[in-house]
Each structure stands twice: as structure tokens, then as C-alpha cells.
């Protein structure tokens, strides 16, 4: 029997996400849980791929803004949900999936892409790159000081209710969102997601909790953590999880972490996903005991090359011809110029010789601007044409922070 790939119905929703779901384990999410990602799906934007009344394959999208470098925010297809039916693997349905999704973003006039990739290797086929890091580390508290600047012994801390707290939170997150490349403004709903927490997930810690950051009355930072307490025969274990930390300034930021890394009975603090220029890496006496670990987190795809590079600036002049090989959106091959500064850029067809030859799957990676052309050309992925291009283009294609996805999706 042939397979038909549609878009999703409401009535459709169950069977489409278990088939999510079993692609991923088998273990069904905690009610709530299920019922956020339900609420937030867009159905307009989800594909199901049916074999008679089976669902074998699904794919979602969402309706993002991205900032990119320069601080814009710029529209962008959050790609998620995908997975096909361990039976039905191998018959191009992955492929068709991610055809019909760029496509319609193209219809859309949305000239990038985004996800996260639980298998990397799988999205590069399809033109997408990483596009920036995080970092994961573990700060043994009872072996590590934490220095903080002058000035943060006027930040007061005070725990507050997780929900009752989130309107507050989430303007400290939208007043953060247009300082660093790769964070997601939030749609109405998303501010659910980090109230989020299921018992059954929280393998033996505390319910999240909240502490607010304030200055002269107004609140300019937070954290969410959960505490997991543990004993030895030596005494006190416990850890400290970080979920989420987020400081208006670097005062706020210091106090929020030396606040974590002084509560009582816990000799560790864990970090799950922080950026890697993050400043809590310089406050510690050791970062060797913190044992930090980086790992690719938003994969970027250039659906439009033309209108997505138009749409970032650039921290140095830049002009320059890409040679584009893009086999799975062919409408970017060819030849673009681009011609840009701090103000704003153009780039448009052109027959003029190239000065960098690369694919699509590299200018993704190099948007938002923490990983160099020069590195991706030192693996043999982008060859400079031109002597002085590379560098040229790679300088001005950097961020003075870097790219950094607080949240999955």
C-alpha cells in the first residue's frame, strides 16, 4: 500500500503523537506535559504520513521569531516532532517530510529554518548546519570558590512560587532575547513550558523552584532549580540542578549563582545548557573540577540565502561571492553577493567570480555567528577562491557573544 503524507487534523492528534512518542522510547509524557505540546501545536503546520489508517510518520513546525546577529528578530520555522515508524523506515519518508516542510516555508517567505537534532547526523543531508553550542558542567562546591564582582552584595534574593512568579520571569527572558543570536521570542502558551516539571521526572529531587533577583524593588534576574538530597556515610551529597538562569546584568547573574553554590547540604551544582562564553566560567577558582562538556544544540537551515543573509548584520564591512551548492533546495545554487557592514547588508545573484565556494549546510552553521568560516574551512568545507576572502567574511560573519537556545522545542 502506498503512503499518503497530509496535513494534520485535531482528531488526528493522538495517534499522531504516540507514533512520536514509541519513535522515542515508548514512554508515554506525564498528562500535563502531553497537554502543553497538544495546545502548542500548530496544525496548519503538522504533516502526519499515513499507510491507510496508520500513522507511520510525523513533522511539526512552529512559528518562531529568531535573533540574529544585530539583534534582529527574524521569522523562523522551529522544525520539531519528527520521527517515522521503525516498520517504514528506508522508504523515503523522512525525505518527503523535510521536502514538503521547506517548501511550505519558502511559501511562507520564511527564510530560515531551525531545530534540534536528537540524532545529528540525520539533518545535515537536508542542508542543516550547527548553528550554535551549550555547555554542561558540574561544579563541585566543595572544592570550588566562587568569586563575584564588586557590587552584587546589592542584588537581595528572595524564593518565590514558580508559577506565581512567571509573568515577572518571563520579562526578564523577552528584555534578554534580542542580546544574544539564537534565542526564541515566546509565543503566547510558551511561558508554560518552564513550569513544566512531572514528579515521575524528577528522579528522587525536589519540585522546581523559583529565586528572584531585585534590585532597588524591581526584578532583574531569576533562577529555577531543583534540589536533590542525598547522604553518604561521610556526610551531606546533594545536588543542585539548574534548569533555567537568566540575569538582567552581570551583577545579577553572580549573585543568582552564588546563591546556588552556597545552599545548604549540597556539594554539587549542575549546569544542563548554558552558553559557552557564559560568565559563570570565570567566577569559579576551578574550572577544571566543574568538568564542562559542549554539545551542538540549534541546527540552523538558510531556506531564502538571499533574504536570510540580508536579514542579520555584520561586525565588519564585508563584501563577498559565495558559490552555493544547495542540491535539496536548489533555488539557492549559484552565485550570491553580499555586501554588508553593522548598518545592514544586501545580497543578491550575480555572475561575478566567486570568492568562497560552500554549501548551504555551512552558511547555516556560520549565521548566527559562533562557529568560523575559517574553522569550517579548516575541515575542507569551505575553500577560499579569492586570497583574503575567507577571513574577510569570517570576521564579519562573528558575534561578540555567542549563540545560545535557552529552551528546546
Sequence with gaps: M???????????WDRWYGVLELAFGGVAEAPEERQLWRDLTEFDRSLGVWDGDLCVGTAGAFSFRLTVPGGASVPAGGVTMV?????????????????????????????????????????????????????????DTNRVRLTVPEGADGVSLRLADLTESSAVCEAVYARLVPTRPGMLARRPGWERLPLIDPAGDREG???RQCVLAERDGEVVGFAHYAIKPEWSYAG????????????????AEAALWRYLCSVDLMSTVRIHSRPVDDGWQHLVSDI?????AV???????LVEVGAALEARTYQAPVD????????FCPWNEGRWRLT???KGAVCVRTSDPADLALSARELGSAYLGGISLVSLASAGRVRELREGALAEASVAFGSPVAPWLPHSF
Design 340 to 342: 554588508g557592514d553593522a
Design 236 to 251: 551531606t551529597d546533594g545536588s543542585v540542578s539548574v534548569h533555567q538562569l537568566m540575569g538582567l546584568d552581570p551583577l
Design 2 to 12: 502506498t503512503t499518503e503524507l497530509r496535513v494534520l487534523g485535531p482528531s488526528e
Design 320 to 327: 563577498v561571492v559565495f558559490e552555493v551548492a544547495d542540491a
Design 295 to 301: 554539545r551542538d544544540v540549534l541546527h540552523v537551515r
Design 205 to 207: 529531587a525536589s519540585p
Design 83 to 139: 520521527s517515522v515508524a521503525g516498520t517504514h523506515r528506508r522508504r523515503g519518508i523522512l525525505t518527503s517530510m523535510m521536502r514538503r516542510q521547506l517548501d511550505d516555508l519558502r511559501a511562507a517567505g520564511e527564510s530560515l529554518a531551525v531545530l534540534t537534532a536528537s540524532e545529528p547526523e540525520i539533518y545535515g543531508r537536508f542542508g542543516y548546519g550547527v548553528g550554535s553550542y551549550a555547555v554542561r558542567a558540574t561544579i
Design 288 to 292: 577544571r573540577r566543574c568538568e564542562p
